[in-house]
């Protein structure tokens, strides 16, 4: 059966022009195996004509126009089915290349903010079409590197009409500075997603070799499955070499596997089945073939009611209940329902209001920034269990959500919900984004909504329906990551400008005000001293005044016990003192020789030189009055009958 499926294969890629396997495996399976009804699927009846049935002359003339990428299929050995020649068996599927329908072509070429418009033949080259844009951009073709064909060219020497073009383009335009900065040393995901990669797989069973070409984003349950329907080796009996062994999942894609580039060599082999074995069905991995389901219900020893009671007893719940009024409390029933429903392979829902989501993904600062995406659900939508399951359930997906997405969902069964969400986007992001929400169709449910943050804007990027495949979920969000990317490096060079000012700023205001604490410290202190000086002064004046009372109290006290001066020639009993002051002149004044020296000393204190602050010094023999009883007489004293004394400061 297989050697009859690699002859039906290869006849069917030779009539029809299709290089992917995959795809010609799938036209095949649709219509099991017939090939003139598979062949009607693609091609008008009248330009059918298998390669068997084909001359001499007309196998050389189909043999000439083939292009040089062809997969084989090679038999090994002559100990297996006989060939088709004698000769090892070469059955080539390539088939000339689909040409463009259009004479011209018109590219529109992005390049940073502009936009590059060029018409061309479709004879031209890929070189010369570089050759313009480097007229128009002034970029060496050596620098160029392009984005967005349907079919990668080859070379720069591949001709337009090769590559499927559409009579207008939009086309990528990068720019390679670096060293080293070359498209085989700097691939964004979307473009290995888009290469296509050569397996040669060699059959230890059958003793075959087969050089299969699949996209990049073909899985490996896919390639396995599509060698089963080359081997009739099921998927679980399927025993492989050659995978690198960081691979542990069948559902990633070719293009992040970590196989070799562009050619890959692989080895199957079949895993012995023993008896009475029991399998056991994966109920997460969704994509098994259907023979390998068949087969495995051979071995179910449970009875087919158990099913059916589990079936009817089964009742189906909302993601929400109707008229939520708490967002939080929704979102988290929202997430909990849908794990119960689709299992445990499913996004990471953000728990919390629709602004909260907002503000976590849109509103934080550029390096921390995300994407959101929104994921909208409606119950009656036929196409909601294979979104959930097959998409927002596929590995490379989820892996995608979680590195650049906070994923926030909200259920539409319910118009109260709906309208809730539509006060909220209308509340967050305007009453654009909620026209935008509104006019979604019941009937696209479900959808993911693309929210990002541009330009100081937070606003809807995309929407992507949910009447696609994985390949195209996987497209539309590797390109809003790019897109996002490169905004978000932008905002963070802005950010980045910002904070240089707010900090030079801050630098500034902080010498200002350290520099006005100073001043007003200086000033204050100012303030203090000229306080404390005053405070000095006035003390100082106080107790100058306070000591002039007092001694003008002495003095008063002085004079008003001070005895007349008796008269001169009064008789015996009287002496004359005389008193050399400081600067020089004398003072004089006659005493009663029983007069106490405290009478002499009194005068001295109305004449302005108190005892405190002056000493009289006698000269013999040389005594300080001052320092004497004062109540002893002058004839005690011997200052009679006149005598000079001394005025010194103390």
């Avoid at 219509?31 to 009248?46: F, Q, S």
């Avoid at 207008?168 to 296509?196: C, F, H, N, P, W």
């Avoid at 937070?458 to 990551?481: D, P, R, S, W």
Wanted: net charge negative.
């Amino acid at each position: 059966m297989a050697e009859n499926r690699e002859v039906i294969l290869a006849d069917f890629q030779a009539c029809t022009g299709i290089d992917d396997v995959g795809e010609a495996i799938l036209h095949l399976d649709e219509t099991n195996w017939d090939l003139l009804a598979a062949i009607n699927r693609v091609m008008p009846e009248d330009s059918q004509q298998l390669p068997s049935e084909m001359g001499p002359d007309v196998e050389m003339i189909q043999e000439i126009r083939r292009t040089p990428e062809i997969i084989d299929i090679v038999t090994i050995s002559s100990n297996s089915s006989p060939p088709r020649t004698s000769a090892p068996e070469i059955i080539r599927a390539g088939t000339s290349k689909t040409r463009s329908n259009t004479s011209k072509v018109t590219f529109h070429v992005h390049y940073m903010e502009a936009v590059l418009d060029i018409t061309l033949p479709v004879s031209h080259s890929v070189a010369y079409l570089k050759h313009m844009i480097r007229i128009q951009a002034g970029i060496a073709p050596c620098q160029q590197q392009l984005h967005g064909w349907k079919k990668e060219p080859q070379s720069d020497s591949t001709i337009l009409e090769t590559l499927d073009l559409l009579p207008e383009m939009t086309l990528y335009l990068r720019q390679i500075t670096e060293i080293g900065d070359s498209a085989s040393d700097v691939i964004k995901t979307s473009d290995r997603l888009a290469q296509e990669y050569v397996l040669n797989i060699h059959d230890e069973v059958h003793n075959r070799g087969y050089k299969l070409k699949f996209p990049g984003t073909r899985t490996v349950l896919e390639v396995k499955t599509d060698v089963f329907t080359l081997t009739d080796i099921p998927v679980r009996n399927q025993h492989w070499i050659g995978w690198p062994p960081t691979l542990k999942n069948d559902k990633t894609m070719l293009a992040q596997s970590g196989i070799s580039y562009p050619e890959h060599d692989l080895t199957i082999g079949k895993l012995p089945v023993k008896e009475n074995e029991t399998v056991v069905v994966d109920t997460i991995d969704s994509d098994s073939s259907v023979e390998e389901f068949e087969d495995a219900s051979e071995t179910f020893n449970i009875e087919d009611d158990l099913f059916i009671d589990n079936v009817q007893s089964m009742k189906i719940h909302h993601l929400m209940p109707d008229n939520v009024e708490d967002e939080t409390i929704g979102t988290l029933q929202f997430a909990e329902q849908f794990q119960k429903r689709y299992g445990a392979a499913h996004p990471d829902f953000f728990a919390g209001t629709f602004e909260e989501a907002i503000k976590e993904s849109c509103l934080r600062p550029a390096k921390e920034r995300k994407l959101l995406a929104v994921y909208l659900h409606h119950d009656n939508s036929v196409l909601a269990n294979v979104f959930c399951t097959q998409l927002l359930g596929f590995e490379t997906v989820l892996q995608l959500l979680s590195a650049n997405f906070i994923v926030w969902g909200w259920d539409f069964t319910h118009e109260s919900n709906k309208q809730k969400f539509l006060s909220a986007i209308n509340r967050t992001l305007g009453s654009v984004a909620a026209l935008t929400v509104r006019n979604i169709d019941v009937d696209t449910l479900p959808v993911l909504m693309i929210i990002m943050r541009s330009r100081s804007n937070t606003e809807i990027f995309t929407i992507v329906q949910g009447n696609m495949g994985v390949n195209e979920l996987l497209t539309n969000l590797i390109q809003a990551v790019d897109v996002f990317q490169d905004q978000r490096k932008a905002d963070i060079g802005v950010e980045e400008e910002r904070q240089a000012r707010e900090r030079v700023k801050h630098e500034q205001d902080l010498a200002y005000q350290e520099s006005l604490a100073a001043d007003r410290a200086k000033e204050k202190a100012k303030q203090i001293q000229e306080f404390l000086e005053k405070q000095a002064k006035e003390r100082a004046e106080n107790e100058r005044v306070a000591g002039e009372a007092r001694r003008e109290a002495h003095r008063q006290a002085a004079e008003s016990s001070l005895p007349p001066e008796p008269q001169e020639g009064a008789g015996d009993g009287i002496t004359k003192i005389r008193v050399r002051l400081p600067e020089g002149t004398f003072l004089e004044r006659r005493f009663q020789t029983d007069t106490p020296l405290q009478t002499l000393l009194n005068f001295l204190i109305v004449e302005g030189y108190p005892t405190d602050e002056y000493k009289v010094i006698s000269n013999w023999p040389r005594r300080d009055l001052t320092s004497m009883d004062t109540k002893l007489t002058l004839l005690e004293l011997k200052l009679c009958p006149q005598e000079t004394v001394i005025l010194e400061e103390r």
